[in-house]
């Protein structure tokens, strides 16, 4: 019956697809297929407007309406209730059973001993008979062949160790007696622990890049915050243009209300001249017909009504001079240009120093070698104002030693008074590299410069608070101090130690120098604030000197 159904499903199988009919449809040549492959098919004939069968190549126009077949539709849904799933069956990629006739179901284990592999019907007896107890069933296999030794027919259950290959019993008698060999089992469980090891290697290694990856993230959206801060803060600038704008329009208002109230004050002043130039001239001209009158008493009776002309007249009181207001004001105008051009350039230059300086990835690796760590050294010197008037420093100020002559020093409010101890001049940021040259035992510190200075013994000592972070040297060892807690700290005794800051990663390093640099101990933290290098002499150690050495 079974053979019935497989043979009535062949019939009911798409041209197309090779599945069952879906929504099947029957084209005017009397070929049945599925309703989306025709559809598919024709689709692809659109361009020429000509359709044909897959099978029987007759051709259609135009493109038949196509309508489901009920009757086939409702055949379709009976093979599916008493015929197998289709699924069960075994595609091209899966194991088939052995015992199968016609179409083979699905192998849902395969048998080492029996090298065969069962669907779910033909498994039973391996659960069922005792006879099968023993056997040992696995996934599905295709190779099952390759467990099967060629020579003897036998199940490879031994391992060769010596030539890392499966075997069989009789193989591990003859060809390879002599050989390390076990069982495939107890091998199999060595390797497996190894493969488990290797998998927690794995995971661990996941883990760990998949901290990166958010740590990346972090770092994106800190660079991404960051960067649109300062592209708000520099909306300042357009401020600015809008200040200078407005103060610009005022000086132009200013001096041009200036200039119509001068030039209206000239105007006036140019008429009033004209005018008296047009009366002088007026005279002038009766003046002049009277010294043309031929007869004598005519001259002497009019020249007494022009007597007033003969009064003397003043010349003109204006002092003709260059005006140079506005000359100052363009002047003024310059000069303030000039400035404010020196102060951008030489502002915006720093500006786009800063932005280029801008580290958008994860720092790169701390350096390894001396050459390496040479790249960021800094010359470092020490701040007279700062030192414990138990040291006396030289005059480049790299130098101090430890005396018990105390020194003159003026009185500042830097000045450490309790413990023999001085920082740097400079304030240490970005990526610096310093050394110290020890003659004794000392304390090689890092600390913000609003550390205590003049609190109690322990208040204001490098590595007894959160400010600072100290490596001490010991006579045959180190111990590194932060926040008052002691943490030992082991490598080889040198008089030089180097200190490796990388401010923006908050890395802090301490290594032993010598033929070799060796690490002795290293800090991961966040830096708020700038630091300055330090350094302290231990107590009865009077005579011993600190160098930073000349790296340049």
Same mark, same amino acid.
């Given at each position: ?43 692809? =004939? ?25 009757? +086939?539709? %409702? ?61 040992? +069933? ?35 008698? =003859?060809?390879?007696? /002599? ?7 107890? %091998? ?21 890049? @998949? ?56 105007? =006036?002043?140019?008429?009033?001249? *004209? ?35 003969? %009064? ?46 801008? *580290? ?35 005059? %480049? ?28 001049? @400079? ?7 310093? @050394? ?94 700038? +630091? ?10 009077? /005579? ?9």
């Amino acid at each position: 019956m079974a053979q019935e159904h497989l043979l009535d499903q062949k019939k009911f199988r798409c041209s197309i697809c090779l599945d069952p009919l879906k929504e099947p449809v029957t084209i005017p040549c009397g070929h049945n297929y599925c309703m989306n492959c025709i559809h598919r098919h024709w689709d692809g =004939e659109d361009e020429n407007q000509i359709y044909s069968c897959p099978v029987c190549r007759q051709t259609f126009a135009p493109r038949p309406i196509l309508v489901k077949n009920t009757l +086939l539709a %409702e055949l379709m849904e009976e093979l599916k209730e008493t015929a197998p799933a289709d699924h069960c069956y075994a595609g091209a990629e899966d194991v088939g059973c052995d015992f199968c006739t016609g179409r083979k179901l699905r192998a849902l284990k395969s048998c080492l001993q029996c090298v065969a592999s069962y669907c779910e019907k033909h498994l039973q007896p391996h659960y069922e008979s005792p006879a099968f107890k023993k056997h040992k +069933l696995v996934e599905p296999s295709k190779k099952l062949q390759e467990s099967i030794c060629s020579r003897h027919e036998e199940v490879k259950k031994m391992f060769c160790r010596t030539d890392q290959q499966c075997i069989c019993y009789l193989c591990s008698m =003859e060809d390879h007696k /002599g050989h390390e060999t076990v069982s495939a089992a107890a %091998e199999r469980t060595e390797r497996q622990r190894e493969l488990e090891g290797s998998r927690q290697n794995i995971l661990q290694g996941i883990q760990d890049r @998949e901290k990166d990856v958010k740590q990346l993230q972090q770092e994106v959206e800190a660079i991404n915050g960051s960067a649109d801060k300062a592209v708000e803060d520099s909306e300042i600038c357009k401020e600015l243009i809008r200040f200078m704008e407005k103060r610009n329009s005022d000086v132009k208002q200013q001096v041009r209300s200036k200039q119509e109230t001068e030039v209206s004050r000239v105007k =006036e002043l140019q008429e009033k001249l *004209e005018q008296e130039i047009r009366e002088l001239k007026r005279r002038d001209a009766e003046m002049q017909k009277l010294s043309h009158t031929e007869d004598h008493n005519q001259f002497l009776l009019n020249y007494a009504s022009l007597s007033a002309l003969s %009064e003397p007249t003043h010349s003109s009181s204006i002092e003709v001079r260059p005006l140079r207001y506005f000359e100052d004001v363009t002047a003024a105008v310059s000069e303030v240009r000039d400035k404010l051009q020196d102060v951008v350039k030489k502002t915006w230059t720093n500006i786009s120093l800063m932005v280029s300086e801008v *580290e958008v990835l994860l720092s790169p690796p701390d350096p390894k070698t001396r050459a390496e760590f040479l790249k960021y050294s800094c010359d470092i010197t020490l701040d007279p104002n700062t030192a414990n008037t138990q040291l006396v420093l030289t005059e %480049e100020g790299r130098k101090a030693t430890f005396t018990s002559l105390p020194q003159s020093y003026s009185s500042h409010p830097d000045r450490f008074t309790k413990w023999p101890q001085v920082l740097s001049k @400079e304030s240490l940021t970005g990526r610096c590299y310093w @050394e110290v040259k020890w003659s004794g035992m000392g304390v090689c510190a890092v600390a913000y410069k609003n550390i205590i200075r003049a609190g109690g013994w322990e208040e204001g000592v490098f590595g007894t608070n959160d400010k600072s972070w100290a490596l001490q040297s010991n006579n045959n060892n180190y111990t590194f101090w932060y926040n008052n807690i002691k943490t030992p700290v082991s490598g080889p005794r040198s008089s030089r130690v180097g200190v490796y800051l990388d401010h923006r990663a908050g890395i802090l390093s301490f290594y032993s120098v010598s033929e070799t640099m060796t690490l002795l101990h290293r800090v991961q933290t966040t830096f708020t604030q700038p +630091l300055h290098a330090g350094l302290r002499f231990k107590l009865f150690t009077l /005579g011993a000197t600190a160098e930073f050495c000349n790296l340049k």
